[in-house]
């Protein structure tokens, strides 16, 4: 638990290095940040989403669950559903993380939910 402590773990990474010991991954999905993001219809009933996010975390971090929510004019949910990097980056990453201020282009075809679907919310996990 020390490890995810942001005032402890430079002690413990020095530690680990002198120790040969490993930490845990660093997690903060709030440090995850859409820089641009759009959803656009491609052809009948399937929409391209499509997104730049960096990480603003001090530490690199594991590359989040990418949670994609649909909402309709009156703010109520139509769909939603969580993303694993596979998914939404097209192929395996190359690194298990994503560097402190570094910036992921991703981009997926959906299946439309419906036409009422108008509004759209990025979340991390």
Do not use: K
């Not at 997104?51 to 669950?65: I, K, L, S, T, Y």
């Not at 990097?85 to 439309?112: C, F, K, N, R």
């Amino acid at each position: 638990s020390l490890a995810g402590d942001a005032r402890w773990r430079p002690l413990l990474a020095t530690l680990c290095g002198a120790l040969a010991c490993e930490l845990p991954p660093w997690r903060e999905p709030r440090a995850f940040h859409v820089i641009e993001r759009d959803v656009r219809g491609t052809r009948p009933g399937v929409l391209r989403v499509s997104a730049r996010v960096r990480n603003d975390a001090r530490w690199p971090q594991p590359w989040p669950v990418l949670v994609l929510t649909l909402s309709d004019a009156n703010g109520q949910r139509i769909a939603s559903r969580g993303f694993q990097p596979h998914e939404y980056l097209g192929d395996s990453p190359t690194s298990s993380q994503l560097d402190s201020g570094q910036i992921m282009a991703l981009s997926m075809d959906i299946v439309e939910p419906g036409t009422q679907a108008v509004a759209f919310t990025f979340d991390f996990r």
